[in-house]
């Protein structure tokens, strides 16, 4: 529809590749092979979303709640940790930046959750209690269904390419002066990566969602969603599960 806008003289042009070269936070080979072919296989997933937010920009939100929702849930069937804690991790580093406006940020995404909020809790219950009959009726559920059954997939295979590797030296104090660093972004951040915690980032389980967190997060921009909500549906991802499942 929006090429339909363009001027008549407008051409694409188009190349026919095999493969992506990703930079980002790889450990092994195999997870950015992981990210390219699930991309791949996810063309028409892909299409359907991008057209359903097109026609419903209203429903943004609540597709990336779910988005987060169920990606979360692959590190909370593992019972090492709850996953949204990930998100909650990433929302508080974002607020935590000292540059101007960043009080409206948080002022803004608060306003959207109390006045928002009797449509998220009734979505969260739907989600929670997704079955096939209701999602074929209801087309925005029916879309979050097929990216769970993405997500899920997508965490086994990067799960079965961890490895029990021991770190450097020169690594581990990387990590050692990272995990510092955060512990500085707020008191959640303190506790969360107090000493007494760190063996669990190195399970196979957390480095496995770690990545599949990341992956998610790509899914975003190819949507035209923009950092902005990413971190909005990471807020209520957040205010829903401190709520309804963490107390």
Known sequence: KRIHRLPQNFSIMAECISFVKRKGEYTYAEEPMIY????????RLYEDTYLYL???PQQEMLFIFGLFYFSAKNLDKTGIGLGYRSYQSHVLG????KKENMDGYKNYFEEY???????????YKLI???NSALTDDIELLALIRRWKNVLDKT???LFYVQRDITLSLVHAIRREIAQAKFRGYSQFHK???DKRHKSMFSTKEFCAYRMLVNFT??????LGLSSRKRVQGGYILVKIMQETEDK
């Open 191 to 193: 506790v969360v990566f």
């Open 128 to 130: 929670k209690n997704m």
């Open 54 to 56: 097109y026609n419903h």
């Open 217 to 222: 997060y790509l899914i975003l921009p190819n």
């Open 155 to 157: 965490y086994e295979k």
């Open 94 to 97: 974002f607020l935590s930046y």
């Open 36 to 43: 390219n072919d699930t991309f791949r296989l996810s063309e």
């Open 113 to 123: 959750y109390k006045v928002n909020h009797a449509i998220l809790l009734s979505f």
